[in-house]
């Protein structure tokens, strides 16, 4: 099964259950009714818009003074990861390619490669510090797909447990406070550190 991510690929998944799921008591507010209880999603909708500061990913790869502010957890010579500061799980991890590119096709092999390696690297780390017990891993490539941030590529990291039942769509969104990101952050940047992951930053 594959799985959207982001607002509008939740309200998908949603659409699509709905005749086979109990509905949600919120699921016919207006967006608008939703948002005066959330105002955090003005946030989450800022962000996506591509107002304000742009593209997240680009500030982020350019702002290497401010890495924890930025949730960034690692850089390699290709890419960056990111925690979701919006995520479905605790651990949520955003991969992507330096570059500002949109289409799997404008990505080259090797950044490609890197990018599943980190997402393996992820993995490990996630599973140590979280406990973790599977992962759902994907793009969502254009609006359509569910990507919030269409131009510029990132590979989902999202972790699960057995017996979490309630689909990840429940957390979507879901604004998580910063010290626990932060929290967080540093048990994965400590963990990574003993693991010597990502290898990319420790094998030459
Ligand atoms: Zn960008």
Request: proline share 6%.
């Amino acid at each position: 099964m594959y799985i959207a991510f982001g607002a509008k690929g939740a309200l998908a998944w949603r659409a699509s259950k709905r005749y086979s799921a109990p509905m949600r008591s919120d699921e016919h507010e207006p967006e608008a009714f939703a948002n005066l209880h959330a105002p955090w999603r003005m946030e989450y909708i800022r962000l996506l818009s591509g107002s304000g500061d742009g593209c997240f990913l680009c500030h982020a790869r350019d702002d290497a003074a401010h890495e924890a502010e930025n949730l960034v957890l690692w850089r390699t010579a290709k890419c960056i990861v990111l925690m979701n500061r919006f995520p479905y799980a605790g651990g949520h991890l955003l991969i992507s390619p330096l570059e500002h590119v949109g289409e799997l096709g404008q990505v080259p092999p090797e950044t490609l490669t890197e990018m599943m390696a980190l997402a393996s690297d992820s993995t490990a780390v996630l599973a140590k510090v979280l406990r973790a017990e599977g992962f759902n891993i994907g793009l969502n490539i254009g609006r359509c797909a569910g990507a919030g941030l269409p131009g510029h590529l990132h590979l989902h990291v999202v972790p699960r447990w057995n017996n979490d039942t309630n689909f990840m769509a429940v957390l979507g969104d879901v604004r998580v406070i910063p010290q626990a990101l932060e929290e967080l952050r540093q048990h994965l940047l400590q963990e990574g550190l003993r693991m010597k992951r990502p290898k990319a930053l420790y094998e030459p």
